[in-house]
């Protein structure tokens, strides 16, 4: 690929919603890790680190205004195969980014400062509720995906090499899908029942990032 490709594909991305959102999700999670590194050794420095992971934070936040209407036009249509799992997937995914609102206008000083907390709270609670099931049901579509796979390899070879292709194919994206959500997951955790190995730095630090490169992969235009 050459250098004038992978400008073409990085315009693409960036000019995507969810591009920017990973772009300054990576920028979050690296100054996180950043002031860990140095707040002992370099103060001075880890606190620019932390004002940056704040500015950064509070940014994605603003991008995803009205995110939360995703969630609620998928409540809208049936829920086709998967039923309550989808029912209740979307649902969290909604709570998630609606009360994520409220956090944000809280932490900019829009609303007051106590408000932050509990609409945090709910937030990750719904997005946490959410990330369950959608774990699950990806789960499920990657083991239909694997018996699929092997009957078509029995059955036809190299006349099905194009379908199972696709099937791996949609495998690669249902892994990371799954990645970014566990990730996702444990960063939940640590806002609903803080914990010593969820709210450690180094782990949210390195969940921060498997979640944005996951989903960089994934929106990343083929």
Not at 35 to 54: C, D, V
Not at 141 to 159: A, H, N, P, S, Y
Request: net charge positive.
């Amino acid at each position: 690929m050459s250098a004038g490709d992978t400008l073409d594909k990085l315009v693409v991305f960036l000019a995507k919603r969810d591009g920017i959102d990973k772009l300054v999700k990576t920028f979050q999670y690296v100054s996180k890790l950043a002031h860990w590194a140095a707040e002992s050794s370099n103060p001075g420095f880890a606190g620019r680190a932390k004002n940056w992971e704040t500015s950064a934070g509070l940014s994605r936040k603003a991008f995803r205004t009205g995110r939360f209407l995703t969630g609620l036009n998928a409540l809208r249509r049936a829920p086709g195969e998967f039923g309550a799992l989808a029912v209740l997937a979307n649902a969290g995914e909604m709570v998630y980014f609606f009360f994520d609102h409220f956090t944000w206008l809280s932490r900019a000083g829009v609303l007051d400062a106590w408000l932050a907390r509990r609409m945090s709270f709910i937030s990750a609670f719904g997005e946490s509720v959410g990330y369950v099931f959608f774990i699950a049901m990806d789960l499920i579509m990657i083991r239909r995906g694997l018996r699929q796979e092997r009957k078509l390899l029995r059955d036809g070879g190299k006349d099905n090499e194009k379908e199972v292709k696709k099937i791996r194919m949609d495998r690669v994206m249902r892994l990371m899908a799954t990645a970014a959500n566990v990730a996702d997951l444990i960063i939940g955790i640590a806002d609903i029942e803080p914990n010593p190995f969820c709210n450690h730095a180094v782990t949210l630090g390195i969940s921060g990032l498997v979640s944005a490169w996951a989903g960089w992969y994934r929106n990343w235009p083929s």
